[in-house]
């Protein structure tokens, strides 16, 4: 993932990211999803995403065809679900999304448009996440 330009645009480049990596929007850029995320009234440099649970990410998938689920998960939780399919995800002590690529030994493996914030590069731990959470997270459908 390529870093971000903006601190405010962390979800729209994890969506971004989610959009290219599964093929939904070949030709997604990070403009443009800022866009169908809603700007200003929905993301803007102020606030960022306005809605931490991710629901305008929801929306703007499900516009691409792509079902999506919700849920202020657990580390374990969000483990499980990291092992099966790609998300995003953002902590309410950490005010940051992140694209989740999957799994990688005991840790989450995430595309972070701001590596090293708050001391999270591409690899959450459990550790981590207890400490920057409770998260929210948004995983693909099976």
């Not at 870093?3 to 729209?12: N, R």
């Not at 940051?96 to 590596?115: D, K, Q, T, Y």
């Not at 459990?126 to 459908?141: I, P, T």
Request: glycine letters at 10%; proline letters at 4%; hydrophobic letters at 40%.
């Amino acid at each position: 993932m390529a870093p971000q330009v903006y601190d405010w645009t962390c979800s729209a480049c994890s969506l971004d990211w989610l959009l290219r990596s599964t093929g939904a929007d070949p030709n997604s850029n990070r403009e443009k999803v800022t866009y169908e995320i809603g700007y200003t009234e929905n993301i803007n440099p102020t606030y960022g995403l306005m809605d931490g649970s991710g629901a305008q990410l929801r929306r703007v998938l499900a516009e691409f065809g792509l079902a999506s689920n919700q849920g202020w998960l657990d580390f374990e939780s969000a483990y499980a679900v990291a092992s099966l399919v790609p998300g995003m995800m953002s902590g309410s002590r950490w005010y940051h999304w992140v694209a989740v690529r999957g799994v990688l030994g005991n840790n989450l493996w995430i595309a972070n448009s701001a590596p090293g914030y708050k001391g999270v590069w591409d690899i959450l731990s459990a550790y981590d996440y207890n400490r920057l959470g409770g998260f929210s997270v948004v995983w693909l459908a099976l």
